[in-house]
């Protein structure tokens, strides 16, 4: 699976940023897809996941929880995370994820519960 994330940039806090991810060349079924985050000096972080096959539950870490939204078009050819109310604290480098395996609740707020990654994008939040 490729993964391909866009929508970083630079905005002030309290606002609102869009990030995309097009997962494509998939050998099976997506299962699930996921954002993680990563701060200079900082080891990665879960932020937001997304079941894509049994439901489309979605979890997210607290830090995040009411601010930040996980979601997908009908087609599930695209994956989003709307973040809203933006803090400096949440300036990270931003990767999607995906597997195509069946993993607990658990496992998904798990960097090891992913097997593709993308490459990022950078959101900054300052003034």
């Known amino acids: 699976v490729q993964l391909q994330a866009s929508g970083g940039g630079l905005v002030q806090p309290g606002g609102s940023l869009r990030l995309s991810c097009v997962p494509s060349e998939p050998t099976s079924p997506i299962y699930a897809v996921g954002w993680f985050r990563q701060a200079p000096g900082k080891e990665r972080e879960f932020v937001a996941a997304m079941r894509w096959i049994g439901g489309s539950s979605a979890y997210y870490a607290d830090s995040v929880k009411g601010r930040f939204s996980i979601s997908t078009d009908n087609a599930k050819t695209t994956v989003y995370l709307q973040m809203n109310n933006l803090k400096p604290e949440d300036t990270a480098v931003y990767h999607c994820?995906?597997?195509?395996?069946?993993?607990?609740?658990?496992?998904?707020?798990?960097?090891?519960?992913?097997?593709?990654w993308g490459q990022g994008t950078l959101v900054t939040v300052s003034s």
């Open positions: 994820t995906a597997t195509e395996l069946n993993r607990t609740t658990y496992s998904l707020k798990l960097p090891r519960g992913y097997g593709y």
